[in-house]
């Protein structure tokens, strides 16, 4: 009978604690958990993250959601936005372009004709300035949030958490997920940080207060 | 499956076979070390980058009030892990196995390498991308993959500078920091197939052509191959941690993603993520978050690649696991925080180290997963005494590793191994000579003589062969005129010695009065 080498690591592994016996351990999890912030405070630490990031960064109530947006995709020219197949439509009524929702059939090199990409989101930490992406379906597949090079995201306040075990335990774990903090980066040529390398070069967040 | 039935002595795991992947130099770190220490480039551009991440690394773990718990939770984390390695990776296998993934296991680098190799030939594909991971770096994947015919794509900027000059990595985090924009952009043009002629050096456009390179193989290369920054047991999702969106890249759009995670990669739950994802980007390039994190389980339908598969790799891992103080180095998260504090790595650069993993924990880790007396002169053996033991590594480490304490352990474990080595005698001899107070006095009026060999500065500069290792880079002082001892059965010891006594019976009446209040 050969063994395999599954039997054979876990076998060395059995071997290496009988030979090296450790006591068992007590995890101290005396870090910062289950915080909250007022709504105000949280507001402002997530904006001044992601202009830190050198995100884009606007804030409006629930009812002017879809102006906004149109301002966003105007300014930046936006001709052919993405658009997950769960999202709002309504947020699209002031955008006069082609709207393109996405399918899981739909091929990548299609995704990277769009000029930019219109998505909801899961849960934000406020401290972090990270969004979290979980596929759901006014979010989209990963590959529509990462093709085009634009992304413009709408973040509702009330998904937004203080900190990063906050924001943890408030997702799904079997579910695909991206964290974005900021537009891509690179340090790699002499440390000299190059923002956009190939995911969106611009990220755009709508942060809506009153939602 | 059932668990094989333990029979007899358990047995010392291998290491990492001898002559296989990129665990090893071909010259010991002094040599190396001499040669890149010309290096006046790579010694200003490693100043400006340590510097550079190590300020940032501070401001952002001083805004938290919580760091050192974070640290302390991080650390017997991975302690735990390591207790119940066993259990959590099997938990792991049957978790991926469960949302749709293949699990594969590799004792060592050459069958991981086969593994993956036969994974990509099974796609018909000539072709991988990957993402930046230091477990295929360490089993020289790359080079494996291209002798079977398939050409692997590195996609992480500073990866492709790398690969595209035929290079080695000399930081963790910033592997091609030893070259400058100039010479990037000559590596672009000569490398990149269709780059414009007129590329120049600045940064942003030297990333730009990287990115126009790369997004055609992102589209339509359909295998990638990464690492993994962390194996969730408790729900077999995996992650991979970046900052350009080539890992996101190779992650979602290729139908085939095979990834590479050593053993202890693994964490039990996935809140534990909670702790890591504070620690691992503050220490590693100073930010509060990095720009992008994936985690998947498994294969979704309809989202990303639909066929996953993880290698889960040993190569000497185990070894590492079998040795007490050593196995703490597995706790490492690959922050490279150790690096920047280092005045050794400074000045020296990663190539020294001869290793994938070069720094203080490159000094801990790669003498364990592949050894350090396989052969004479093995230039592992030089990687323990690579340090000054300042400490700093220890107070940067995220997870607390004590490497200083390990560099010590190694250092006397080679001692040990090396049987018959002049410095071995000579310890033997001080242990015996120390052994023995009548002895000790002789040979401490021998060392007397050791004036002789003084220059008029007082300082030894070369010491008789088999101290001649230690003089070749330091000076020693000359033993005293007289020992301690002989001084203190002096007439002039004995009168010093009556005076400290009074002193220190005056001060201890003075000082009487209340404590001060602890600060």
């Not at chain 2, 792991?92 to 749709?100: C, D, I, M």
């Not at chain 2, 091609?176 to 414009?196: L, Q």
């Not at chain 2, 000054?388 to 995220?398: N, Q």
Request: hydrophobic fraction near 40%; charge should be negative; proline fraction near 7%.
């Amino acid at each position: 009978m050969t063994v395999t080498a599954r039997e054979t690591i876990l076998a060395r592994i059995r071997d290496a604690q009988a030979l090296a016996p450790a006591p068992a351990v007590d995890i101290p999890r005396d870090y910062r958990t289950d915080r909250t912030l007022p709504d105000a405070d949280r507001l402002a630490l997530l904006a001044d993250r992601l202009v830190d990031y050198k995100a884009e960064v606007h804030t409006c109530t629930a009812d002017r959601t879809s102006e906004v947006i149109a301002d966003v995709l105007r300014e930046r020219g936006v001709c052919r936005l993405g658009i997950p197949p769960g999202l709002d439509r309504t947020w699209l009524s002031a955008y006069e372009g082609e709207v393109h929702t996405d399918s899981a059939d739909t091929p990548a090199p299609e995704l990277d004709a769009l000029d930019a990409v219109l998505t909801s989101s899961a849960v934000t930490c406020a401290e972090t300035g990270t969004i979290f992406l979980d596929a759901s379906p006014d979010q989209g597949r990963r590959a529509l949030t990462l093709v085009p090079d634009l992304h413009v995201c709408v973040v509702d306040l009330s998904s937004v958490t203080a900190g990063v075990p906050e924001a943890v335990s408030r997702l799904t774990p079997t579910r695909p997920t991206t964290l974005i903090s900021g537009p891509s980066a690179t340090s790699d040529v002499e440390l000299e940080r190059v923002e956009g390398v190939h995911g969106p070069r611009t990220l755009a967040v709508v942060i809506r207060t009153d939602v | 499956m059932s668990t094989p039935t333990y029979l007899g002595m358990p047995a010392l795991p291998p290491r990492s076979p001898y002559g296989t992947g990129n665990l090893r130099g071909d010259r010991t770190f002094p040599k190396a070390a001499h040669d890149e220490l010309r290096n006046d480039q790579l010694r200003r551009n490693l100043g400006k980058a340590t510097h550079t991440i190590r300020a940032k690394r501070l401001a952002v773990t001083g805004e938290l009030p919580d760091w050192e718990a974070l640290r302390d939770a991080g650390s017997a984390i991975k302690t735990d892990t390591m207790n119940r390695l066993p259990e959590l990776l099997e938990q792991l296998e049957a978790k991926v196995t469960e949302a749709g993934g293949t699990v594969h296991w590799a004792r060592d680098g050459a069958e991981a390498n086969d593994i993956v190799t036969r994974l990509v030939q099974q796609t018909g594909s000539d072709e991988v991308i990957k993402v930046k991971s230091m477990a295929t770096q360490e089993i020289g994947l790359n080079e494996h993959l291209a002798d079977q015919g398939i050409k692997a794509h590195e996609t992480d900027l500073a990866e492709l500078i790398v690969q595209l000059a035929d290079d080695k990595p000399s930081h963790i985090l910033v592997p091609a920091i030893h070259r400058n924009r100039d010479e990037i952009r000559e590596i672009f043009r000569a490398g990149i197939p269709g780059v414009d002629p007129e590329l120049d050096a600045v940064p942003a456009h030297l990333a730009a052509a990287a990115r126009t390179y790369l997004r055609e193989k992102f589209l339509t290369t359909p295998v990638a191959v990464s690492g993994a920054n962390f194996g969730i047991a408790e729900t077999g999702t995996l992650s991979v941690v970046e900052s350009e969106g080539n890992g996101r890249m190779c992650l979602t759009l290729p139908d085939t993603l095979i990834t590479v995670m050593g053993i202890e990669k693994v964490l039990p739950r996935y809140a534990d993520l909670e702790v890591f994802l504070q620690l691992l980007p503050r220490s590693s390039t100073g930010e509060r978050m990095n720009p992008y994190t994936s985690l998947w389980t498994g294969v979704t339908p309809g989202d990303g690649p639909q066929n996953f598969h993880l290698v889960l790799l040993d190569n000497g891992r185990t070894a590492a696991l079998a040795d007490r103080i050593g196995r703490q180095a597995l706790n490492c998260i690959r922050c490279s925080a150790c690096l920047n504090v280092c005045p050794v790595y400074e000045r020296a650069g990663g190539h020294a180290y001869g290793s994938t993993y070069p720094g203080p924990i490159g000094a801990v880790l790669t003498p364990q997963l592949a050894g350090m007396d396989a052969s004479a002169d093995d230039p592992n053996s030089s990687l323990p005494y690579a340090s000054t033991l300042c400490g700093a590594c220890y107070d940067a480490c995220p997870v607390k590793i004590d490497i200083p304490s390990l560099l010590v352990e190694l250092r006397h474990q080679h001692t040990e191994a090396v049987g018959r080595a002049p410095e071995k005698l000579a310890m033997k001899a001080a242990a015996a000579v120390m052994g023995r107070p009548g002895v000790y006095r002789t040979a401490q009026k021998a060392a007397g003589l050791g004036r002789a060999l003084a220059g008029r500065d007082g300082q030894i500069s070369h010491l008789p062969p088999p101290f001649n290792g230690w003089s070749a880079s330091r000076d020693t002082p000359a033993p005293p005129r007289q020992s301690f001892r002989a001084w203190l059965g002096s007439a002039e010891g004995a009168e010093a010695l009556r005076a400290a006594a009074e002193e220190g019976v005056r001060s201890r009446t003075e000082a009487d009065g209340p404590d001060e209040e602890e600060q």
